[in-house]
C-alpha cells in the first residue's frame, strides 16, 4: 500500500497573499489570537485576581499545545503565504507565542516524520527525536509520564544546531534570530514585571509543552512503525478536527504528510478500506484526553503497535 500512488491534489489558489488556500487565513488569524491574549496576560496580571489569572494560565497552556500542534504544525508542512518575507514574520510571531523557536521546531518535526516515532536500532537510538520508543525499554513505549514531563527538558539544542547547520548558514541565521527574539522580548516583560514572567508566564510555558507532549504521545501510541500506513493514531472527533485544524488524522498525515490540513476528510476517503485492512487505530476522544480511550493497549507486557483496531475508521464531514 505504501507504494501505490494516492491521488490527493494539493489546493490552488488565485489568491496574491496566500499560497494554497485562503482557508489558511483562518490558523492566520488564530495566530495573531494567540499573540493577543498572550500579551493581555501581562496586562492582566497585576490587575486581576490570582484565581481568574490561574484559570486563564490554564487556558493558556491549552492554547500553546493548541497552536503547535494545529497553526504551527500546519505552517510547517505547507507555508502560509506566498511572499518568504511573511512567512518569516508568522515564523517569528509563532515563536514568540510558543516561546520557541519555529526553525528548530521544523528541524524537529522533520526528524519526526523521517522516524515516524520509530523502534530503537541496534544501537539504542531512533531517528525520529520524539518517538514514544526512544527512552523506553524492552521495545516497549515509554511511561506516557516522564514522555509528558521531560520531554522539554530533554531537548537538546546541540543536535538541533547541527541538524539545522545542514540546511544552510541563512536558517542558521534566522534561528538564531528567533531565539534571540524570544529572549529578548522574555527580558523586556521581565523588567516590567519579573513576578509575572517568573511566577506565572515561564510554569504556564512548561504546563504547555507538556500538554503538547501528552497530546504526541497518544497520536502515536497503539500505531504500528513498522507500517507506513499505521505510523499514526487517528481521532475523528468533529470538534477537535474543526478547532485543532484537522490534526485529529494523524495515521493519514503520517502516511501522506504533503497533503494539505483542508484535504485530510478527502485523504481518508480514499484510503480508509486500506486503513481497516492494516489494522490503523482510531481512537474516539481527541488525542489529548487518549489515556480515556477503551481500547487503550496496556504499556506493560504488551508492544505499542500489537493491539490495533479492527474496526472502520468512521468518515468525517
Known amino acids: 500500500m505504501a507504494s501505490e500512488k494516492i491521488s490527493v491534489d494539493l489546493p490552488k489558489t488565485t489568491s496574491r ?45 491549552v492554547s500553546i499545545s493548541w497552536n503547535i500542534n494545529g497553526i504551527a504544525h500546519n505552517f510547517i508542512h505547507h507555508p502560509y503565504f506566498r511572499s518568504t518575507t511573511l512567512n518569516r514574520l508568522f515564523s517569528l510571531l509563532e515563536s514568540l507565542v510558543c516561546c520557541f523557536s519555529q526553525v528548530h521546531y521544523d528541524v524537529v518535526h522533520t526528524r519526526h516524520h523521517k522516524g515516524n516515532s520509530d523502534r530503537k536500532d541496534e544501537n539504542g537510538d531512533t531517528v525520529d ?29 546541540k543536535s ?61 501510541y497503539g500505531a504500528n512503525p513498522d507500517k507506513p500506513i499505521a505510523w499514526g493514531v487517528s481521532s475523528y472527533a468533529k470538534l477537535y478536527n474543526w478547532t485543532w485544524f484537522y490534526n485529529g488524522y494523524h495515521a493519514e498525515h503520517h502516511f501522506r504528510p504533503n497533503v494539505h490540513w483542508t484535504k485530510m476528510v478527502a485523504l481518508h476517503e480514499v484510503i480508509k478500506d486500506a486503513q481497516q485492512r492494516e489494522g490503523v487505530r482510531v481512537i474516539t476522544p481527541p488525542h489529548a484526553l487518549g489515556f480515556l480511550d477503551p481500547t487503550l493497549p496496556p504499556l506493560s507486557g504488551t508492544r505499542a503497535g500489537s493491539a490495533v483496531v479492527g474496526e472502520s475508521a468512521p468518515s468525517a464531514a
Open 160 to 220: 538541533f544546531g547541527a541538524e539545522l547547520a545542514k540546511r544552510g548558514p541563512k536558517e542558521v541565521f534566522w534561528g538564531r534570530v528567533e531565539i534571540t527574539s524570544v529572549v529578548g522580548f522574555l527580558i523586556l516583560m521581565g523588567i516590567f514585571n519579573w513576578k509575572c514572567v517568573v511566577l506565572f508566564y515561564l510554569p504556564c510555558m512548561y504546563l504547555g509543552q507538556c500538554l503538547s507532549n501528552l497530546n504526541g504521545y497518544y497520536l502515536h
Open 17 to 61: 497573499v496566500f499560497a494554497h488556500t485562503r482557508w489558511d487565513v483562518i490558523p492566520v488569524l488564530c495566530g495573531f489570537l494567540h499573540l493577543a491574549f498572550f500579551l493581555s496576560l501581562f496586562y492582566l496580571f497585576p490587575r486581576t485576581p490570582l484565581w481568574i489569572m490561574v484559570c486563564l494560565g490554564l487556558v493558556y497552556a
Open 129 to 157: 527525536w520524539l518517538s514514544i520508543y526512544r527512552h523506553g525499554h524492552d521495545d516497549e513505549a515509554e511511561n506516557p509520564w516522564t514522555y509528558i514531563f521531560l520531554g522539554f527538558i530533554r531537548d537538546s539544542p
